[in-house]
């Protein structure tokens, strides 16, 4: 048995029942939709402050970044550097046996065509004479060996002065000098050995 009866219309009942449902349902969509906004706000913030501390770092780190390409770009030049002095040493190593070829052509140019160099020999050349004190007298300076034949003794002698003479060897020394018939006449075999 029933106490109370509505006697409101159906039509009435069932605007008021959507208006009920209508309010209960907006509520809980607003209480959702500012759980949700409250979540990407705190995300939002944790964004920001982790965004901040990565530029903070980022720009602590830039000096760092910069040293860094400058010791690449100084590593870079040094090796470019240690290249180039290797072709300098090597081109100075080369001037000097220029040097010595001018020198010996010279000397040879004064006999007027009675001495001629048959075999030019440099051993050793990049070793000075105080590098190879400094190994203990080591037998193996840098040195350089003419072979050849004059037309006569005085011929080699003015040789063995004039390079004496150039100051360019550290000692001048005269190996052998040998006198042999070659077509009815005397020619002399000679070794000049000078050491830097």
């Known amino acids: 048995m029933k106490s109370v009866i509505n006697l409101l ?7 008021r029942m959507l208006r009920c449902r209508a309010a209960q349902w907006t509520t ?23 965004s901040q501390q990565l530029e903070a770092v980022a720009r602590e780190g830039r000096p760092a970044q910069a040293m860094l390409t400058e010791i690449v770009h100084m590593r870079q030049q040094l090796r470019q550097l240690q290249q180039q002095e290797t ?5 100075e190593r080369q ?7 001018g020198l010996i052509s010279q000397a040879a140019q004064q006999s007027d065509g009675k001495l001629r160099v048959s075999q030019f020999e440099v051993l050793n050349l990049q070793m000075s004479a105080a590098e190879g004190q400094l190994r ?7 040195a350089l060996t003419l072979v050849g034949v004059s037309l006569d003794s005085p011929t080699v002698a003015e040789l063995h002065d004039a ?13 052998k000098s040998n006198e042999r018939e070659g077509n009815g006449v005397a ?3 000679y070794e000049v050995r000078c050491e830097l």
């Not at 390079?163 to 190996?175: N, T, W």
């Open 187 to 189: 020619l002399y075999d």
């Open 87 to 91: 072709v300098a040493k090597e081109l």
């Open 95 to 101: 001037r000097q046996v220029l040097t010595m070829l």
């Open 9 to 15: 219309p159906a039509a009435y009942r069932r605007q």
């Open 136 to 142: 203990n007298n080591d037998s193996r300076l840098g």
């Open 163 to 175: 390079l004496v003479r150039s100051s360019l060897f550290a000692d001048v020394k005269l190996i």
């Open 28 to 50: 809980v969509v607003c209480v959702v939709l500012l759980v949700v906004w409250a979540a990407r706000w705190y995300r939002l913030r944790e964004y920001y402050a982790l």
